[in-house]
């Protein structure tokens, strides 16, 4: 029946008898006091043990980069020849860099960045892309196509040349108008997300094609749902699960775009230790200290991993074809 | 450096007692080209060393293939249209010039039978005409023979307007004139000192008259042999993929006996510096790499692998910082750092004495460049001996931070200085480069322990050094309080070189930002030596006139010198190779071979 | 069906004009400048670089340098390389076998690993497979290309001396010994680019069989009797390849221009490493023809994979 698959390892199967309308033997003690749907969701999420885990670790990551450099006050570019390419010791937990600096306290500080440009891009990319993928998915004729002409100009388009061109113009105009890290984040995540919404829109719109057709939403058109609820409250909910993976993906790529954006210097200036630089700083010395290369490439797949489950977690919960 | 100390130096070269070796390095030291030397000495006199052939291969071939990495490929290869010197190096394997400069600065011909000189005849007494004589039995890869009508047909070409060729200057102001089938004499306007630009290295390479002949002017575009190069090296042409790969295959025929060694040439193109260092030095891939921009420990590491070693040649490439003393932040008449502004903090001596003593030197040659890079102050190392003044460098926080005192700026509550509520915080911006990134990260360290303040920029380098007239990042425009980049000796003779910080030349919005003297510095003295120097016709005069130029920017301050830059390449163990700091890689390439 | 590809195919032709107009106004309007080489040589005066600029049509207005570029289009002239005064499809065509080799030996790779690691991962889900075929897939989209393929570098080439790293793509042999010399030469960058993508590609496969495989008709199918191999094929693949095949006609135009960073690392001379000179140095020709391509083959294999859909899924409609 429905829900047959765990959806994760410490899912359990629906019992067969438990939960059965039909079941009119005791219908007094089986109901339960009326619930909202939000607070639903949050227990079926709390059943996932290992959504939950990385939603901890997430958060745990979060607090470092957030209150870590307050706590570890060892400078971030504090250049000592004495002290480079060190691997782990006492003074420097993660080792030190080609100019001595600590890697650490360079990981907490660039973290900040990494995350919050990876999160938004990211949330930016898929909240642009399940836009215009549902409404090109529900809509049909005219809509539909220029959607998607819209679609592939984008995927079209030679990214640098239109990244050197927007940084251009509109780099000046951010930096007065937001002060100057806030405006350049805000053009990065621009930028970024501005190239991940196509394949979502179509994954988007992909699955609106085989959905509308279904059974469900003809009943729910049947009963008079508008458009807007159609979509919302039926189609959306169960279209989420290659968004979900291309949640995870455009995280990963975000941070990594980030720091292809200021090895090609237009994004954050070139002594901020985003993940993404660091690892592109020292690949050269890959034989020579492998550390430098581990620990950012490790945060990274850290906070893939955690985004991964979290979306494992949520789309089970937020699936209205589980009964439990 | 007076001008009778030079006269004194060239007599103890023509007596013996100073070797012809040191001359020509003291002169480099002081800010001078190795050719330039050379050419004083010949002015004077003093003849050219032989220098002996160290090429063992007893017969031509056999060598098997040589396989060169370019990482930035070639993108075509006629010579006079070459955009830069990967151009210029796949041109050269298959053309030729009548001479090439060697690495002590001595001319050596290649398609001529001697270099020119007063005793042979071939240099006027006035300085107005060279004659050279040109190598009887040479001929072209299809056959046909070389001669003095191919010269006077490659100074047309470049000289043509509609060829759109970029050696044009070279040839634009002189005149060549056949003498008879192999001799040809090349007239200058007026009397010239250094005489060997045309026909001459790089800008030299003379290409067939037969083949080019219907392409002149307009049409050059069109010609085939554009792309399928037939000339005199020791090459011939087989196959070329723009921006991939160039081959080549021995020219049986060469005019020069036992060479060349190897079967076939092989350039490829593309990557980065990093990969090719590998290929070289840890894989045995390639025989040869260029420039090996690359930390030097991570170059010593590759070579622990023993299969291929750095060659570093000294030339003539400085990288240095520049201060503004304009005002780039403020816009007057539609342009910024206009020479109508001046900079709140640059303009102050005291400050400029301060950032010369937080440049530390010393640090980025050790731990970033080590053998590629020589820590310096002036124009090149300098010998204790010609030490002008003001010319040591010092590394030096406290002294800085007493010098700022002294003027007046004090800390503010941040640790920033201030004087007159206007705070040092400066803009440093430079190109896209690892090297450049951490050279940055130095200085700023240093000025934060002065209480300056630097926020880094990197601009990506095929935006930062075009001349596009709307971007705001371009070098060019120095939007910015600080820019640091290497300035090249491209020319052998330095007066181009030194002609960039005269105030004609400023670049402003009136001549769109084109003009080459970049740091705006402006300064009577100098504009006066240089015209001097201009019209000097002897070489020894002209010398000290540069060298005592050289002198005045530096002494200034607003150009900081930082580290000389030689040429690094990777090449195989066993593979000799003949390079020279002042003409291309390939100007001995005939003479290379491998050692069994 | 037939309708509905004539419409596509009819709107194809002005969305690929529309497309060309913004991308001529974006390369035209983007900061720099082909000739910036010759700026700071002092050999060439400035008449030359004026001269230049001219006889490349830099100085007329934009409209006029698209309409004369349309014109010579419409005439399969591609145009003329500012860089390396070439014909452009000299130059494309000369990187296209070996590209099509190499990159699409790659995008091959990623299906062929892709399809069946995602099936059985989603048939026996946080099984122990399925953890390592899924951690491996977080490693392998965690990381970026430039890194896998240094690390293949560092082992194969470097460390072991097996591989060599810079391609070839004029091999001096004939027969097998040429086939074996291409396969060295081949597999590092085939399987930096093939793996880097197969690893999210699993991920979508996974995620989508595990939305079909709920559902109630393959239970039903179970129920039947069938075997089990039976609905998986027949029954739960058909479905859940909808977003796959999203994908895949998404990053085949990549194939034509998008593996820059592989190629790069590789030295391998193919259509990205084009495109990305061209755009470094300005060399508006190339990037405009080679994006003009690109989105052609965006248009063509998105057009192909709404068709696919069809007939994927039988109840959509073409409307």
């Known amino acids: 029946m429905a829900g047959s698959t765990p959806a994760s390892p410490s899912d359990k199967p629906p019992a067969a008898s438990a939960v059965s309308p039909l079941n009119s033997a005791a219908p007094a003690q089986n109901v339960r006091p009326p619930v909202s749907p939000a607070a639903e969701a949050w227990r079926r999420f709390k059943r996932h043990r290992l959504a939950v885990v990385s939603l901890v670790v997430l958060l745990i990551m979060v607090a470092m980069v957030v209150f870590g450099p307050l706590l570890w006050k060892v400078a971030i570019n504090e250049i000592d020849f004495t002290a480079r390419l060190k691997g782990p010791s006492l003074a420097h937990p993660l080792g030190t860099d080609d100019l001595g600096q600590d890697l650490f306290a360079r990981m907490l500080y660039g973290g900040r960045i990494s995350l919050a440009v990876g999160m938004a891009a990211m949330l930016m990319a898929i909240c642009v892309g399940v836009l215009i993928g549902s409404i090109a998915g529900m809509s049909r004729g005219a809509v539909d196509t220029a959607l998607m002409w819209l679609t592939d100009l984008f995927l079209s388009l030679p990214q640098l040349p239109l990244l050197l061109l927007l940084i251009y113009l509109f780099r000046d105009r951010l930096k007065a108008a937001f002060g100057p890290e806030v405006g350049v984040f805000i053009m990065i995540v621009f930028v970024i997300g501005c190239f991940r919404w196509m394949p979502v829109a179509r994954l988007v719109r992909a699955q609106f094609f085989s959905l509308r057709e279904k059974e469900f939403v003809e009943a729910a058109r049947a009963l008079g749902a508008s458009t807007t609820r159609q979509v919302v409250r039926h189609i959306l909910p169960n279209a989420l699960g290659p968004v979900i993976v291309a949640g995870t993906i455009d995280v990963a790529a975000a941070i990594i775009a980030e720091s292809t954006l200021s090895f090609l ?60 | 450096m007076q001008e009778r100390d030079l006269r004194d130096l060239i007599e103890n070269v023509r007596e013996g007692k100073l070797p012809r070796r040191s001359f020509i390095q003291q002169m480099v030291s002081l800010g001078l080209t190795a050719p330039m030397a050379s050419m004083m000495l010949m002015h004077s006199g003093v003849a050219q060393a032989q220098v002996p052939s160290t090429y063992k291969p007893t017969k031509r071939g056999g060598g098997g293939a040589l396989k060169v990495l370019w990482w930035q490929g070639a993108t075509l290869l006629q010579p006079h249209f070459a955009a830069g010197t990967k151009d210029q190096e796949g041109s050269r394997i298959f053309y030729e010039p009548l001479a090439v400069w060697d690495n002590d600065g001595n001319l050596v011909p290649v398609l001529a039978t001697e270099i020119p000189s007063r005793e042979n005849g071939g240099l006027s007494a006035d300085g ?9 039995g040479v001929t072209w890869h299809d056959g046909q023979p070389f001669t003095a009508d191919d010269c006077v047909f490659t100074a047309d070409f470049a000289r043509d307007p509609a060829s759109a060729a970029v050696t044009s200057g070279v040839y634009k102001d002189v005149k060549v004139d056949k003498v008879d089938s192999h001799t040809i004499r090349v007239s200058f306007s007026k009397a010239t000192p250094f005489w060997a630009t045309a026909f001459v290295a ?8 037969h083949l080019f002949a219907p392409y002149i002017g307009g049409k050059s575009r069109e010609a085939p042999n554009n792309l399928k190069p037939v000339g005199t090296g020791p090459y011939k042409f087989v196959e070329f993929k723009p921006g991939d790969i160039v081959r080549g295959e021995i020219n049986n025929n060469y005019h020069m006996p036992n060479r060349p060694f190897f079967d076939s040439i092989e350039m490829k193109g593309g990557g980065d510096a990093a990969s090719a260092a590998r290929a070289v030095l840890q894989t045995g891939e390639y025989d040869y790499a260029w420039n090996l921009q690359v930390e030097d420990e991570v170059l010593k590491r590759m070579e622990a692998g023993g299969k291929g070693r750095v060659q570093i040649v000294s030339s003539g490439d400085i990288e240095f910082i520049q201060l503004n003393p304009t005002d780039p932040f403020t816009e007057v008449d539609g342009e910024r750092s206009s020479m109508k502004t001046k900079h709140f903090a640059f303009t102050d001596p005291a400050v400029r004495q301060a950032m010369a003593l937080l440049a530390d030197r010393k640090s980025i040659q050790e731990f970033i460049y080590g053998r590629t890079g020589i820590a310096t102050s002036n124009f090149l190392n300098n010998p204790p001996r010609f030490r002008s003044p003001n010319t040591s460098f010092e590394f030096n926080i406290d002294k800085a931070n007493q010098i700022l005192d002294g003027a007046g700026w004090k800390k503010g509550a941040d640790g920033v200085r201030e004087k007159g509520g206007k705070k040092m915080k400066f803009v440093y911006q430079t190109s896209v480069n690892g090297i450049r990134q951490k050279e940055q990260a130095i200085v700023k360290q240093a000025c934060q322990k002065a209480g300056i303040e630097l926020e880094l920029k990197s601009v990506t380098a095929a935006v930062f050094f075009s001349s596009d007239v709307a971007n705001p990042d371009t070098y060019g425009k120095f939007y910015c309080d600080m820019q640091m980049y290497t300035t090249t000796m491209t020319q052998p003779d330095a007066e181009r070189f030194m002609d960039q910080y005269l105030t004609k030349e400023i670049s402003a919005k009136a001549n769109k930002w084109q003009g080459r003297n970049i740091c705006r510095w402006s300064n009577d003295e100098y504009d006066k030596a240089f015209h001097a120097a201009e019209g000097e016709l002897d070489p020894v005069k002209r010398a000290a006139l540069f060298i005592r130029m050289n002198d005045m920017v530096i002494k200034d301050g607003v150009v900081l010198p930082l580290i000389s830059r030689p040429r690094v390449r990777g090449s195989n163990l066993k593979l000799v190779t003949r390079l020279s700091g002042w003409d291309l890689d390939f100007a001995g390439l005939q003479d290379w071979y491998r050692e069994v | 069906m037939g309708p509905y590809l004539l419409r596509r195919l009819a709107v194809a032709l002005p969305s690929l004009l529309g497309i060309s107009v913004v991308l001529f106004t974006i390369l035209a309007l983007a900061p720099g400048d082909p000739f910036e080489e010759l700026a700071t040589n002092p050999n060439v005066p400035a008449e030359v670089r004026e001269m230049l600029r001219h006889k490349f049509g830099l100085d007329d207005p934009v409209y006029l340098r698209y309409f004369h570029w349309l014109v010579a289009m419409l005439h399969g002239d591609w145009g003329f390389s500012f860089i390396s005064r070439v014909d452009v499809d000299t130059l494309i065509w000369q990187r296209v076998p070996v590209t099509l080799a190499v990159i699409g030996a790659s995008q091959l790779l990623a299906l062929a690993v892709a399809l069946p690691v995602g099936v059985i991962s989603a048939r026996k889900p946080y099984s122990w497979f399925d953890r390592i075929a899924s951690t491996l897939a977080f490693v ?28 070839r793509a004029d091999i001096a042999a004939t027969g097998w010994q040429w086939w074996w010399e291409q396969i060295r030469q081949s597999i590092m960058p085939v399987m930096v680019l093939g793996l880097f993508q197969a690893a999210s590609w699993t991920r979508y496969v996974r995620s989508s069989m595990l939305d079909v495989i709920r559902l109630d008709y393959v239970t039903t199918a179970r129920s039947k009797g069938l075997a089990e191999r039976v609905v998986i094929l027949k029954h739960v693949v058909r479905n859940a390849l909808i977003p796959v095949v999203t994908l895949v006609a998404l990053t085949m135009p990549q194939v034509f221009g998008g593996a820059i960073v592989t190629e790069q690392i590789f030295r391998i001379p193919g259509i990205g490493s084009l495109l990305i000179d061209a755009i470094l140095r300005n060399d508006t020709p190339v990037i405009m023809a080679v994006t003009f391509v690109f989105a052609c083959l965006v248009i063509v294999f998105n057009l192909i994979a709404d068709l696919l859909y069809g007939w994927l899924d039988p109840r959509i409609s073409f409307r």
């Open chain 1, 265 to 324: 210097g237009l994004g954050f200036p070139p002594d901020i230790p985003t993940w993404g630089r660091i690892l592109f700083d020292s690949k050269d010395y890959l034989d020579i200290a492998a550390h430098w290369a581990l620990f950012p490439g490790l945060a990274i797949f850290l906070a893939v991993l955690a985004i991964n489950f979290i979306g494992d977690g949520l789309r089970d919960a937020l699936d209205p074809r589980r009964v439990l």
């Open chain 2, 128 to 136: 107005k005409s060279v004659t050279w004589k040109l190598k009887k």
């Open chain 2, 202 to 209: 790089a800008e030299g390479m003379i290409i067939p008259k």
């Open chain 3, 140 to 167: 392998g989209f965690s990381l970026p290309t430039f890194f896998t393929g240094l690390l293949l570098i560092l082992l194969f080439s470097i460390k072991l001396d097996w591989l060599p790293f810079v391609y």
